[in-house]
Structures are given as C-alpha cells and as structure tokens.
C-alpha cells in the first residue's frame, strides 16, 4: 500500500512538472541557479522547488524520494533537464539538515562550471 501511494505521488509529480514548463531565457537577470536538497525539506516544498524551476524552463523529476516519519526528506534521486544542452541525475540515500545535494545550472557567460549535479 505504501508503494502504491508512492507511485501515485510520483505521477502526480510529473504531470504537475510537466504542465509548467516555459522556455527560460538568460535576459531575465537569473544568472544562477542552484537548488540545494536536505532534510528539511518536505514534499509541499519539493513541488514547490519543481514549479520554481519548470517557470524557468528546467525540467525537475523526481525519481525516488524517502521520508521519516515526521514527514521530512532522507533521500533522492532526481534527473534534471536544463534544456539547453545541460542535464544530468544525481542521489544520495542519507540527507541530514546541512547537506549541500542537488544542482546548479549557472547562465554567466564567463562561467567555469555552467552546470553540476551531486554534492555542492
């Protein structure tokens, strides 16, 4: 049963995911962006960093996510699409409340690393 409701959740992530995407366009004064996964963060804020970032024309999956019993996130594997040539997956099986996991896509012309997944 859990299981089930897992998958389900999981759906419902794509189709929201999927209905919010627009193209992102570097003019709009975002030069970087990184998105930093912990435990602290809960499933209402994970849909919410997945909306955040589809409005900027990344494509954000969630592939396997696992919370305590209060709710909080222990761990992920996520892919993420930039769209413009940049993308890739990362995951982690143990998150604490200071971990740094997730990614970057940085639009600065001059960037050393345009785009990361992992460890930041």
Same mark, same amino acid.
């Given at each position: /049963?859990?299981?089930?409701?897992? @998958?389900?959740?999981? +759906?419902?992530?794509?189709?929201?995911?999927?209905?919010?995407?627009?193209? $992102?366009?570097? !003019?709009? =004064?975002? !030069?970087?962006?990184?998105?930093?996964?912990?435990?602290?963060?809960? /499933?209402? *804020?994970?849909?919410?960093?997945?909306?955040?970032?589809?409005?900027?024309?990344?494509?954000?999956? $969630?592939? !396997?996510?696992?919370?305590?019993? =209060?709710?909080?996130?222990?761990?992920?594997?996520? %892919?993420?699409?930039?769209?413009? +040539?940049? $993308?890739? *997956? @990362? +995951?982690? %099986?143990?998150?604490?409340?200071? *971990?740094?996991? =997730?990614? $970057?896509?940085?639009?600065? !012309?001059? @960037?050393? *690393?345009?785009?990361?997944?992992? =460890?930041?």
């Amino acid at each position: /049963m859990k299981h089930l409701r897992f @998958a389900i959740l999981i +759906g419902l992530l794509a189709i929201v995911s999927s209905s919010f995407n627009s193209p $992102y366009s570097s !003019k709009s =004064g975002k !030069k970087r962006i990184e998105v930093v996964f912990n435990s602290t963060l809960n /499933m209402q *804020s994970l849909i919410k960093i997945q909306r955040e970032t589809a409005a900027k024309g990344i494509d954000l999956k $969630y592939n !396997k996510l696992e919370f305590d019993e =209060g709710g909080n996130l222990t761990a992920i594997n996520f %892919s993420v699409d930039c769209k413009d +040539g940049f $993308y890739g *997956s @990362a +995951g982690r %099986s143990f998150l604490s409340k200071t *971990s740094r996991f =997730g990614f $970057y896509r940085d639009y600065s !012309k001059n @960037a050393v *690393s345009p785009f990361g997944t992992g =460890g930041l």
